[in-house]
């Protein structure tokens, strides 16, 4: 499944299947990015970062690409399990600011 | 547990009260930050400090609000008149300054959901 960053908020995907969530950042001087998880009554938890120079970083099942050149940002998760649903933000560093995320939601 | 806390987890106060919220970060952590996060939206930066000198305000903080880390420890948020619009969830995070820009991995707390009657 994939989404469309604040476009489409929501994004339903099986067990199993690979997820892709999409964000696109405001400011082009931006060098830092933090992709968040946020269970429900819950802070954000970190999840992975990229610098601007690098445009694919791979975590465990989490991988980040960043495209400088038109300001998107992407998080697959591979074999997408329950505990990964919740919501997802990404955040520049130009002015600490989160969008309004993608939720997550995960069918067994 | 050594993360971000903060105190209380809920408050409900009436409308024209003043509330306070507290924050311990990470000990080792220079830089605390305030948010603030509304149903169904991304968190709001409010404010940041490094070690006690609070270093950016958000045009958000109004003067009902005001935020201090006294020592470069903990730091407190203090909202006076409360009204109805504060009604939020406050949060807290801490990192380690002397990364990118203002932006280094942050860890949050639970927050402080804040129910203004």
């Known amino acids: 499944g994939e989404s469309v960053g604040l476009h489409l908020p929501t994004l339903s995907v099986q067990e199993g299947d690979n997820s892709i969530i999409n964000c696109a950042y405001s400011?082009?001087?931006?060098?830092?990015f933090i992709w968040y998880k946020q269970e429900s009554g819950k802070g954000p938890q970190f999840i992975i970062d990229?610098?601007?120079?690098?445009d694919k970083r791979q975590g465990q099942r989490v991988t980040v690409l960043l495209n400088k050149t038109v300001k998107h940002l992407s998080l697959q998760i591979a074999a997408t399990q329950p505990g990964d649903s919740a919501v997802y933000f990404c955040?520049?560093?130009?002015?600490?600011?989160f969008g309004a995320g993608t939720r997550l939601t995960v069918k067994p | 547990d050594t993360g971000v806390s903060q105190n209380p987890r809920h408050k409900i106060t009436k409308r024209g009260q003043n509330v306070t919220f507290r924050c311990d970060p990470i000990?080792?952590?220079?830089?605390l930050y305030w948010y603030r996060q509304t149903l169904g939206q991304g968190p709001e930066f409010l404010t940041y400090?490094?070690?006690?000198?609070?270093?950016?305000k958000s045009r958000l903080l109004s003067d009902r609000f005001s935020a201090e880390r006294p020592k470069g420890s903990f730091s407190t948020l203090e909202i006076q008149r409360t009204e109805q619009g504060d009604s939020a969830m406050y949060l807290c995070?801490?990192?380690?300054?002397?990364?990118?820009?203002?932006?280094?991995?942050?860890?949050f707390g639970p927050g402080t959901r804040l129910t203004v009657l």
């Open positions: 995070a801490s990192s380690l300054g002397g990364g990118v820009g203002k932006y280094n991995e942050q860890f």
């Open positions: 400011n082009s001087a931006s060098d830092y």
């Open positions: 990229i610098r601007s120079n690098m």
């Open positions: 955040a520049e560093n130009s002015d600490m600011r």
């Open positions: 000990s080792e952590h220079n830089r």
């Open positions: 400090f490094q070690n006690e000198a609070q270093l950016e």
